[in-house]
Nanobody
Framework: QVQLVESGGGLVQPGGSLRLSCAAS????????MGWYRQAPGKQRELVAH???????NYADSVKGRFIISRDSAKNTVYLQMNSLKAEDTAVYYC????????WGQGTQVTVSS
């Protein structure tokens, strides 16, 4: 089993920034993909960004150039730095860890509004 603890969501004005954190614990594997998905009301859950155990990253086109995913391997923690936030970034953000099996965090709300 893998446990994921997310933090960092909240309310921010358009153009602002937030940083999400996701700490993984439990039966972790040396080869994994870890990242963030989001789900807005009435929409399907979509990939935002992920990072592999090898350090490769992948971003949704809608967040390229604005969001940065990074990790602290010693802390088994992944971060999502979100800059230049837009109203359309409003969603529940879920951390995902995929080693042998896939695990999800509980979700954290990000609201971009003036």
């Amino acid at each position: 089993q893998v446990q994921l603890v997310e933090s960092g969501g909240g309310l921010v004005q358009p153009g602002g920034s937030l940083r999400l954190s996701c700490a993984a614990s439990g039966r972790l594997h040396s080869i994994y993909v870890m990242g963030w998905y989001r789900q807005a009301p009435g929409k399907q859950r979509e990939l935002v960004a992920h990072i592999t155990s090898g350090g490769n990253t992948n971003y949704a086109d809608s967040v390229k150039g604005r969001f940065i995913i990074s990790r602290d391997s010693a802390k088994n923690t992944v971060y999502l730095q979100m800059n230049s936030l837009k109203a359309e970034d409003t969603a529940v953000y879920y951390c995902n860890y995929h080693g042998v099996f896939a695990y999800w965090g509980q979700g954290t709300q990000v609201t971009v509004s003036s």
